[in-house]
């Protein structure tokens, strides 16, 4: 059964840092790109960033862009958002999802059950 | 604002059908068939529904259908059941630059 956990969400003050965790198992990791999507409280979805699986590239939304940075290590089967300059605009549920076979970052079949991150002084 | 156009509600009574639209441009939706649904109750994760237009993941009921005509996708669910009404949200690659987009959402009620 794929199970998918973040973790590291918390409230943290303008400007802060924070690293978001994701641990996956019941697949093959290193094979599957995996994606940062944020939810803002009672508002819609938004892709933030996906890492392609063993060789595979980083993609980042313009919004997040040069503060934000994904990575991962297929030996822990976990993924990383290290999230820098934060803004009130970034206050969102952050769900790590994983991207069906194939797809990169235009399918996500699974998803945990998300961190929240809050930017608030 | 969302880079794709839905509209905030829908309803029906159990056992009718109904159709969300989820309008995009030539630079996304019309460009490419890489447009997919998702389903969200609340307080959950988004669960996927559909994807390259009118694929089913498996398990998902075939009562969730989708299309595309230009640069207009649509989710139909036929059959509403109690446990459809919920939230749901449309997404499209969108190239290389600005790579993937969602819909605001539309919440649908079953009446």
């Known amino acids: 059964e794929v199970q998918i956990l973040e973790s590291g969400g918390g409230l943290v003050q303008p400007g802060g840092s924070l690293r978001l965790s994701c641990a996956a198992s019941?697949?093959?990791?290193?094979?599957?790109?995996m994606s940062w999507v944020r939810q803002a409280p009672g508002k819609g979805l938004e892709w933030v960033s996906t890492?392609?699986?063993?060789?595979?590239?980083?993609f980042y939304a313009d919004s997040v862009k040069g503060r934000f940075t994904i990575s991962r290590d297929n030996s822990k089967n976990t993924l990383y958002l290290q999230i820098n300059s934060l803004r009130g605009e970034d206050t969102a549920v952050y769900y790590c999802?994983?991207?069906?076979?194939?797809?990169?970052?235009?399918?996500?079949?699974?998803w945990g059950q998300g961190t929240l991150v809050t930017v608030s002084s | 604002q969302s880079a794709l156009t839905q509209p905030p509600s829908a309803s029906g009574s159990p056992g009718q059908s109904v159709t969300i639209s989820c309008t995009g441009t030539?630079?996304?939706?019309?460009?490419?068939?890489?447009v997919s649904w998702y389903q969200q109750h609340p307080g959950k994760a988004p669960k996927l529904i559909i994807y390259?237009?009118?694929k089913r993941p498996s398990g998902v009921p075939d009562r969730f259908s989708g299309s595309k005509s230009g640069n207009t996708a649509s989710l139909t669910v036929s059959g509403l059941q109690a446990e459809d009404d919920a939230d749901y949200y449309c997404?499209?690659?969108?190239?290389?630059?600005?790579?993937?987009?969602f819909g605001g959402g539309t919440k649908l009620t079953v009446l």
């Open positions: 999802a994983k991207a069906l076979v194939g797809a990169t970052l235009h399918a996500f079949d699974c």
């Open positions: 019941g697949f093959t990791f290193s094979a599957y790109a």
């Open positions: 890492l392609g699986g063993s060789g595979g590239g980083t």
């Open positions: 030539s630079s996304d939706v019309g460009a490419y068939n890489y």
């Open positions: 390259e237009v009118n």
């Open positions: 997404s499209s690659y969108a190239g290389s630059s600005i790579h993937l987009v």
